[in-house]
């Protein structure tokens, strides 16, 4: 996106209106670096002179997208629009930093300013350092100084904010979030986390212009980085992950609500980008139009090794609304999920296309395009440039890009441009009170072993890639960002014995395989303040099993002791 003017609004209605925290933060613990900010905005720098954020690999100087966020938007019992949504905030913006005040549906503008409107940034090891000097006493002692991210976490809220609102890891169980005294500290997703929150009902809509939903957003982003994995599996490495917890504090029911990825994706030089979508996969990318993506002034390419930008919806359940999200003729089945249900894409003003395919303006025309329709109504339809056919369609460029057969943009005759990518779920019911948990990764992925634009291999590399992130995303994240001490007990490090504990987390049942046949085997699991919860025993044997069914969720560890052998294992139960 080029062009941009950021206007300041103030706003002297009923609530007042918090100007956001301008400082942002860098989501950068693998191989990209990707600036967060506290209202809706990420992957760009808004303030000053406005430049794209998300750098990929990092250190190198190119940009794989200009700016992202969410879009949300429903209509309540009488058909009227409530939309909120952000593109560059050119105009105004229609979210705000911030927990909603649950009985008013409000902003207590001085708390807000004092303690949310800012960012939390948390990584695996400042929590791993907090807890060994919370053990060693230094906490007490007061030689450690306990970080930001930590210290100011917002596991509670105060006054009619919400009380319980992110999870902790509550070292004594006394339900309070407190790092000083008792050890806390926050359980965050991935290795590395930075939190957002903000909702859309602190002021008048000066960017869509619609009417406000009453939404309190919690935005996690997060990474991982496993540097020394298979290298099939290296793109986790090369991949963001956003979640959003969205709660519906009004009292309106609102119907035919779509949540949506937007994405200005400027991959490398900004003029000539490609998008598709594959259905089968639940996922829409970015490429580039060209063989060689170039350099211009201020705007450095991929050159002769373009990469594929692809954006997955992650798995996210969603219940009780009435509505088959998946599209699987089940309504409300358990561990119903999210699936991607649209994608469209728009054109920058400045260039030569039909003026229904450009920029939204209005609220309808944002929703328009949340909902697989063109500014001026018209349907997306199959074929061409999607707009002016006879074939409605909810999903564009679904051919193979790799052999360009099917529907791509290539064979559409299409010239590449300045694309904006949205990708959509719904129609679902959001019920007064009611929360909705949603998500999507970031895929980058591209070949740098020859000269060759990454497009040809969509379909081994691409669609790998998409695979993989997402499997590891759901069998490592819970698990990883524990402490690697612990309190009330110490590890014997001397002699050990190899031992398998899975699954991991666990919701009912775990297996504890041992590396060796023993004569006898102790199995102890533990709490976090170094209390036995059971014990079984292992005999003539290697295998042992534990019903978990009635324990509490959280970290508990694993003690496997063998005569002078001796292991613990972290474990976290759903």
């Known amino acids: 996106m080029r062009n941009i003017f950021i206007l300041s609004l103030i706003w002297s209605g009923t609530?007042?209106?918090?100007?956001?925290?301008?400082?942002?933060?860098?989501?950068?613990?693998?191989?990209?670096?990707?600036?967060?900010?506290?209202?809706?905005?990420?992957c760009w720098n808004k303030y000053g002179n406005q430049y794209a954020a998300y750098e990929v690999p990092k250190g190198r100087g190119r940009?794989?997208?200009?700016?992202?966020?969410?879009?949300?938007?429903?209509?309540?019992?009488?058909?009227?629009?409530?939309?909120?949504?952000?593109?560059?905030?050119?105009?105004?913006t229609d979210f705000w930093p911030g927990p909603l005040d649950t009985a008013n549906i409000t902003v207590f503008s001085a708390t807000n300013s004092a303690i949310y409107n800012k960012l939390w940034k948390v990584d695996c090891?400042?929590?791993?350092?907090?807890?060994?000097?919370?053990?060693?006493?230094?906490?007490?002692?007061?030689?450690?100084?306990?970080?930001?991210?930590?210290?100011?976490?917002?596991?509670?809220?105060?006054?009619?904010?919400?009380?319980?609102?992110?999870?902790?890891?509550d070292v004594n169980n006394n339900g309070v979030y407190n790092p000083q005294t008792d050890g806390d500290y926050p359980l965050i997703k991935g290795q590395q986390q930075v939190l957002s929150i903000f909702n859309d009902r602190n002021g008048l809509h000066t960017e869509t212009h619609g009417a406000p939903m009453g939404v309190e957003i919690y935005e996690r982003s997060y990474a991982y980085f496993e540097p020394n994995i298979d290298d099939t599996m290296?793109?986790?490495?090369?991949?963001?992950?956003?979640?959003?917890?969205?709660?519906?504090?009004?009292?309106?029911?609102y119907n035919n609500v779509y949540i949506t990825d937007w994405n200005d994706v400027d991959l490398g030089n900004w003029t000539d980008d490609f998008?598709?979508?594959?259905?089968?996969?639940?996922?829409?990318?970015?490429?580039?139009?060209?063989?060689?993506?170039?350099?211009?002034?201020n705007n450095a390419g991929y050159g002769n090794k373009p990469p594929v930008m692809s954006h997955a919806i992650l798995k996210t359940i969603c219940t009780n609304d009435g509505v088959d999200n998946n599209n699987n003729s089940q309504i409300d089945e358990p561990g119903e999920q999210f699936g991607l249900s649209r994608t469209t894409y728009f054109n920058n003003n400045n260039s030569a296309f039909p003026p229904a395919t450009t920029n939204p303006n209005v609220a309808?025309?944002?929703?328009?395009?949340?909902?697989?329709?063109?500014?001026?109504?018209?349907?997306?339809?199959?074929?061409?440039?999607?707009?002016?056919?006879?074939?409605?369609?909810?999903?564009?460029?679904?051919?193979?890009?790799?052999?360009?057969?099917?529907?791509?943009?290539?064979?559409?005759?299409?010239t590449p441009g300045d694309r904006r990518l949205l990708q959509s779920s719904g129609p679902f019911n959001f019920p007064a009170g009611s929360r909705i948990e949603w998500g999507y990764a970031l895929v980058f992925s591209q070949d740098t072993s020859q000269v060759i634009n990454t497009i040809t291999?969509?379909?081994?590399?691409?669609?790998?890639?998409?695979?993989?992130?997402?499997?590891?995303?759901?069998?490592?994240?819970?698990?990883?960002?524990?402490?690697?001490?612990?309190?009330?007990?110490?590890?014997?490090?001397?002699?050990?014995?190899?031992?398998?504990?899975?699954?991991?987390?666990?919701?009912d049942f775990i297996s504890i395989?041992?590396?060796?046949?023993?004569?006898?085997?102790?199995?102890?699991?533990?709490?976090?303040?170094?209390?036995?919860?059971?014990?079984?025993?292992?005999?003539?044997?290697?295998?042992?099993?534990?019903?978990l069914s009635t324990l509490n969720k959280g970290v508990y560890f694993v003690e496997v002791t063998s005569g002078d052998k001796k292991v613990v294992e972290k474990i976290v139960k759903n």
Request: aromatic content about 14%.
């Open 15 to 42: 609530f007042a209106q918090l100007s956001p925290n301008t400082v942002g933060k860098d989501l950068d613990k693998n191989y990209v670096k990707a600036r967060i900010h506290t209202d809706n905005d990420k």
């Open 63 to 92: 940009h794989a997208m200009f700016a992202n966020s969410v879009w949300i938007g429903g209509l309540d019992a009488g058909g009227q629009l409530h939309i909120a949504a952000n593109t560059y905030k050119q105009t105004g």
């Open 125 to 169: 090891k400042d929590i791993d350092n907090f807890v060994t000097a919370f053990n060693s006493g230094s906490v007490s002692a007061g030689t450690y100084t306990i970080p930001d991210g930590i210290k100011t976490y917002p596991a509670q809220g105060t006054a009619n904010f919400q009380k319980a609102m992110l999870p902790f890891a």
């Open 234 to 253: 290296q793109a986790i490495n090369y991949t963001t992950f956003f979640h959003y917890t969205i709660y519906n504090r009004s009292n309106v029911n």
């Open 275 to 297: 998008v598709g979508t594959d259905v089968s996969n639940n996922f829409a990318y970015c490429y580039n139009g060209n063989p060689i993506d170039p350099s211009a002034p």
């Open 364 to 414: 309808i025309e944002y929703y328009n395009y949340m909902t697989g329709f063109w500014k001026d109504g018209s349907a997306f339809t199959y074929s061409g440039n999607a707009y002016g056919g006879t074939i409605p369609t909810s999903f564009v460029y679904t051919g193979d890009p790799s052999t360009n057969t099917g529907w791509t943009e290539t064979t559409a005759g299409n």
């Open 457 to 507: 291999q969509f379909n081994s590399r691409v669609v790998r890639d998409v695979r993989n992130v997402r499997y590891y995303d759901e069998t490592h994240q819970a698990a990883l960002c524990t402490p690697q001490v612990y309190v009330g007990i110490k590890q014997n490090d001397t002699k050990k014995i190899s031992v398998m504990v899975y699954p991991n987390p666990a919701i």
């Open 513 to 547: 395989d041992l590396s060796e046949n023993v004569k006898t085997a102790n199995v102890t699991l533990i709490d976090l303040l170094g209390r036995a919860i059971f014990n079984a025993q292992i005999k003539d044997g290697y295998r042992a099993s534990l019903d």
